[in-house]
């Protein structure tokens, strides 16, 4: 199994809902990434997880928050987004950081709509 | 700090056909990797290619090959014989030290019949 499963597909949320992303993964990685990406643009970095520890954020906003709760699991909460945080959110894991990197595999994304 | 440059935000050419898209990048590690993603209208980043820049020999999968220029820290992908599947977004990216993916801001393929 190579696949790194995203849940919702599609998401469309007011300003004032809480909602949640959901990625899975059953490869026996041990970093997981977040990645926000605007139309025809490449995709940006939000935060990294190794060993189910936040070892990067990117100095992305605290309306987002993420969460790992098993090597297998990774989460992002939603609470007060704007409307430009409308985007594809793309998750991703590799084996490892660093080195191990360079195997990574990435989800179908979510495309969420702020309204 | 790490870069990765494509000057071409489009491309076109025409089903079997060869077309070849640019990347340069800049990194002052001497271990690095190298990628070319694929991005399909459904969204999922598809690894293409990858080379290790401790390898001379250039990669190839199939239809896809790179010419790797290293001391021209340049990074071209070749697709040979294209196809309408073929029709994406592709990203060259940098993985070097300890730091994560760069990407370059893409190259729309068109392809046509």
């Known amino acids: 199994d190579t696949e790194v499963t995203q849940t919702p597909k599609h998401l469309v949320m007011g300003m004032t809902n809480k909602k949640s992303l959901k990625c899975e993964q059953h490869?026996?990685?041990?970093?997981m990434y977040w990645y926000k990406q605007k139309a025809k643009k490449p995709p940006e970095l939000m935060f990294v997880?190794?060993?189910?520890?936040?070892?990067i954020n990117e100095s992305v906003p605290s309306r987002f928050s993420p969460e790992c709760p098993n090597s297998s699991l990774l989460n992002l909460h939603l609470h007060a987004l704007q409307p430009e945080d409308s985007a594809l959110y793309l998750c991703a894991s590799s084996p490892g950081q660093g080195r191990l990197a360079i195997e990574a595999f990435f989800g179908q994304g979510t495309r969420l709509t702020v309204v | 700090a790490q870069t990765v440059t494509q000057s071409q935000p489009e491309m076109s050419v025409q089903e079997a056909e060869t077309v070849t898209l640019s990347c340069t990048y800049d990194t002052s590690e001497s271990d690095y990797y190298l990628f070319w993603y694929k991005q399909p209208p459904s969204r999922q980043m598809i690894l293409v290619i990858r080379q290790e820049a401790y390898k001379q020999q250039n990669a190839t999968e199939n239809r896809f090959s790179v010419n790797f220029q290293k001391a021209a820290k340049s990074f071209s992908l070749k697709i040979s014989d294209s196809q309408l599947g073929d029709a994406a977004m592709y990203f060259c990216a940098l993985n070097s030290g300890y730091s994560t993916l760069t990407f370059g801001k893409g190259t729309m393929l068109l392809v046509s019949p």
């Open positions: 490869m026996g990685h041990r970093a």
């Open positions: 997880y190794s060993y189910e520890k936040l070892s």
